[in-house]
């Protein structure tokens, strides 16, 4: 079975452009989560989804956003983008199916993405 | 969320065992215990998880203390790629979120 994959891996952007994101869930998973890394923040969390539907978000401004397709296929985009948006953007999938039962997320490689 | 809170760093010699201590005091009755590992620029990779009982598999042991304020992460034969940062995390039944701490720096070592 196909892990979760995402793109681009790597990506560089200027300050003020806009970007988006994609991650593709394990064959089956419904559930998509998705987190950024910094080296001075560490891994946060940023949104999650569940049957096209935003479940969580994270403590982060409105230039972040996400949704999540009919096909469990989700995507993330950051507007006018500010060099302290340069991170590792990672996203999970996981095959809940309902609420109150527990399973493993499954991380993907992630996006580097630099912004200049 | 509750709050963990670990080592920055251990080291350990390959082939012994490896002991991760995580305290988290404000865990709530219906929170897990969740460990992953992240080695350098990959994604999270999930280890073990319990609620109140040890739990074994084929990675490692999950020890829980009695009043499950705290909990010790054990690979039982260190190798060198298992050299990673571990994360001890608090997670609710009801969601995916994974709120993630500063980690363990685990050095393993010939």
């Known amino acids: 079975k196909a892990g979760v994959t995402q793109t681009p891996r790597y990506l560089i952007k200027t300050r003020g452009q806009q970007v988006t994101l994609s991650c593709s869930p394990i064959?089956?998973?419904?559930?998509v989560s998705w987190y950024q890394q910094t080296p001075g923040q560490g891994l946060q969390f940023l949104f999650e989804y569940f049957s096209e539907t935003q479940r969580n978000k994270g403590n982060f401004p409105g230039r972040f956003s996400g949704r999540q397709f009919s096909n469990s296929r989700s995507e993330m985009n950051v507007s006018t983008l500010e060099l302290g948006d340069s991170a590792l953007y990672l996203c999970?999938?996981?095959?809940?199916?309902?609420?109150?039962?527990?399973?493993?997320?499954?991380f993907g490689p992630g996006t580097r993405l630099t912004v200049l | 969320d509750a709050k963990t809170t670990q080592p920055p760093s251990m080291d350990c010699a390959e082939g012994r065992a490896a002991n991760l201590p995580c305290n988290h005091s404000?865990?709530?009755?219906?929170?897990?215990v969740y460990w992953y590992r992240q080695i350098h620029s990959q994604g999270p990779q999930y280890i073990i998880h319990?609620?109140?009982n040890n739990e074994t598999n084929e990675m490692a042991s999950l020890i829980i203390t009695e009043d499950r304020k705290s909990s010790t992460l054990i690979l039982p034969h260190a190798t060198l790629r298992d050299t990673a940062v571990y994360y001890c995390?608090?997670?609710?039944?009801?969601?995916?979120?994974?709120?993630f701490g500063t980690g363990t720096r685990l050095q393993v070592f010939p």
């Open positions: 999970a999938s996981s095959a809940r199916r309902e609420r109150g039962v527990l399973n493993e997320q499954f």
């Open positions: 064959s089956g998973h419904r559930s």
């Open positions: 995390i608090v997670r609710g039944r009801n969601t995916d979120k994974l709120i």
């Open positions: 319990g609620l109140k």
């Open positions: 404000t865990i709530s009755g219906n929170e897990y």
